[in-house]
């Protein structure tokens, strides 16, 4: 059964510190808020629209793979694609550009020089 995502209509999103934190396996400095619905990878159901912002110089060090869809924006700042464990290299995007990936593909690290924030979706297949 699916988790459907809650009705809301427009209301300002505090970008400020109230309902940012940390997901789980990500670094300090990278800060996930959930907009609307509810993503449960246990039971690999549901949907879920979140912003995702990396506080400047921060990076991953190992790429990511996940069993859910995937929709990235990035709205503001900066992100580089492919960067090694100490955060060099890799490919730099501006804002922008998105990506859409299915599950079972491996993609990243991810580094920000100045910072940025993206719109995620993530979603299982029905």
């Not at 988790?3 to 209301?11: A, S």
């Not at 940012?20 to 246990?42: R, S, V």
């Not at 990076?59 to 869809?69: I, L, Q």
Request: hydrophobic share 30%; aromatic share 12%; with cysteine.
């Amino acid at each position: 059964m699916a988790i459907d995502k809650e009705h809301k209509e427009f209301y300002p999103v505090d970008m400020g510190t109230d309902g940012w934190h940390t997901p789980p396996g990500y670094p300090d400095g990278i800060e996930q808020k959930i907009l609307a619905g509810k993503l449960d990878e246990d039971a690999k159901v549901g949907n879920r629209t979140r912003l995702l912002r990396f506080k400047p110089g921060v990076y991953t060090t190992k790429p990511f793979v996940h069993d859910y869809w995937e929709e990235v924006y990035l709205v503001e700042g900066d992100l580089t694609v492919g960067n090694d464990e100490r955060g060099r290299g890799g490919e730099a995007f501006s804002p922008h550009t998105y990506a859409c990936r299915p599950p079972g593909v491996h993609h990243g690290p991810f580094k920000s020089e100045r910072g940025c924030v993206l719109l995620e979706v993530h979603y299982y297949d029905s």
